[in-house]
């Protein structure tokens, strides 16, 4: 039996700051690992993104200029996102991508940027302040530490049924207040974090990619490919 994964690289084109395409690429490479094959295509405007089509969603990060034009088309993709993360799809989406998931994102010059709503977060600007450097977090659930970089203006604050992806240990996270940074809602993973946050964060990825497969083939066993990425960085 081989297995395949097919990947929405949603806005790709135009939301990929500091290489969050990386991201894909690191999957690809624990994908190959375990003889799993891994596709993926851009999602960008005025295109249909197709839930059924999809097995993972990734969205990366993007100045305000490219959140602006984004903002306008992804509503039309409302409904099918939201679907798919209802539906505990896999989506990664990093900052630019995770204000867009949420309410609002307040832009730099004060124009209010709409996002899909499909998760409860909102995001304010800084006057005249962007929260920018190394960050290390830790995930309270499985006491795993994240390491990224952040660059954002943006200041998130979470909602009903989010929970952070981690808690600072080091940098400004969310908000720079409540030590939180980032979001988790059911298989959605959102964070400020570049780097890309998967080439850094290697058990971030297996997670994710396992959580593609197993909710893509719910019957297979992949004890063996948990086993085969346990042993490999
Ligand atoms: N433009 C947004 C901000 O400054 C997102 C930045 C990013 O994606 N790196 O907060």
């Not at 998760?119 to 960050?135: A, W």
């Not at 989010?162 to 720079?176: D, I, M, Q, S, Y």
């Not at 298989?187 to 909710?215: D, M, V």
Request: glycine residues 10%; contains cysteine; hydrophobic residues 35%.
């Amino acid at each position: 039996m081989t297995y395949s994964l097919h990947v929405a690289h949603l806005y790709g084109d135009l939301m990929n700051t500091y290489g969050d395409i990386g991201n894909i690429l690191v999957l690809n490479y624990y994908a190959k690992k375990i003889n799993v094959t891994l596709t993926s295509e851009v999602v960008s405007l005025d295109q249909t993104f197709d839930p059924t089509k999809f097995d993972l969603a990734l969205f990366g990060g993007g100045q305000d200029y490219e959140q602006v034009i984004v903002s306008k088309d992804i509503q039309s993709k409302k409904a099918a996102l939201t679907s798919f993360i209802e539906d505990n799809g896999p989506v990664l989406a990093i900052c630019g991508g995770y204000q867009l998931l949420g309410q609002y994102y307040i832009g730099a010059n004060g124009q209010r940027i709409e996002g899909i709503s499909a998760l409860p977060h909102y995001t304010k600007s800084q006057d005249h302040n962007r929260f920018i450097g190394d960050i290390d977090i830790k995930n309270e659930e499985t006491g795993e530490v994240y390491v990224g970089f952040e660059n954002h203006n943006g200041v998130t604050y979470l909602g009903a049924g989010e929970r952070p992806l981690g808690k600072v240990l080091t940098g400004h996270g969310n908000n720079g207040q409540d030590q939180t940074e980032g979001a988790i809602y059911k298989n959605t993973f959102c964070s400020y974090f570049h780097g890309p946050i998967l080439a850094r964060n290697h058990n971030l990825a297996k997670r994710i990619l396992l959580l593609a497969l197993k909710r893509k083939y719910p019957q297979a066993d992949f004890s063996q490919a948990e086993a085969t990425l346990a042993q490999i960085d």
